[in-house]
T-cell receptor, first 114, second 113 residues
């Protein structure tokens, strides 16, 4: 089955700086790679996703890059703000996110220092 | 939009009892729903895939006789934790796929005493 590795487990950055979280996956059939933000006790919230037919996607301060050859994808957050503090999870699926469940990374606790 | 609800949001039960958790897609039909479990400070782990009108598919290591899943309609899937024990205490989250992405329910916090 799919295995998703995520690094780092904790990331502390100064407010206004950029944050980068990296994930690798094992199953070459995976074609859907979402990123979720989760606050304590709440459901995961999709912040951005990318499919295997593109290499990069951006939405305001958030961007995701995908390297299918190397089987890794990364989340980039620029101009970080205190409200960005949360746990972030990457995930992978081989069905475009609809028909099959997601395999999650172990999460990154992002701390934005004021 | 695509809204998924869960009930109850939290439940406390005694060891040995069974607990049922409902997952509903409120504004769309979901032939497939997913159940995840999340222990404190850990990631979400897929437990099973719930298919409307057929048997659920369980991930390796998940006891199908302990975690009973019923997907009786296109908008409702239920997870029953049978003979619950303290080690089953966790955050259970369901999701359904729509528009090529997963929509998550708010989760159910289960505490087994």
């Amino acid at each position: 089955g799919e295995n998703v590795e995520q690094h780092p487990s904790t990331l502390s950055v100064q407010e206004g700086d950029s944050a980068v979280i990296k994930c690798t996956y094992s199953d070459s059939a995976s074609n859907y790679f979402p990123w979720y933000k989760q606050e304590l006790g709440k459901r995961p919230q999709l912040i951005i996703d990318i499919r295997s037919n593109v290499g990069e996607k951006k939405d305001q301060r958030i961007a995701v890059t995908l390297n299918k050859t190397a089987k890794h994808f990364s989340l980039h957050i620029t101009e970080t703000q205190p409200e960005d503090s949360a746990v972030y999870f990457c995930a992978a699926s081989d069905s475009g996110g609809g028909a099959d469940g997601l395999t999650f990374g172990k999460g990154t606790h992002l701390i934005i220092q004021p | 939009g695509a809204v998924v609800s869960q009930h109850p949001s939290w439940v406390i039960c005694k060891s040995g009892t069974s607990v049922k958790i409902e997952c509903r897609s409120l504004d769309f039909q979901a032939t497939t729903m997913f159940w995840y479990r999340q222990f404190p400070k850990q990631s979400l782990m897929l437990m099973a895939t719930s298919n409307e009108g057929s048997k659920a598919t369980y991930e390796q290591g998940v006891e199908k006789d302990k975690f009973l899943i019923n997907h009786a309609s296109l908008t409702l899937s239920t997870l029953t934790v049978t003979s619950a024990h303290p080690e089953d205490s966790s955050f259970y989250i369901c999701s359904a796929g729509k528009y090529g992405e997963q929509f998550f329910g708010p989760g159910t916090r289960l505490t087994v005493l």
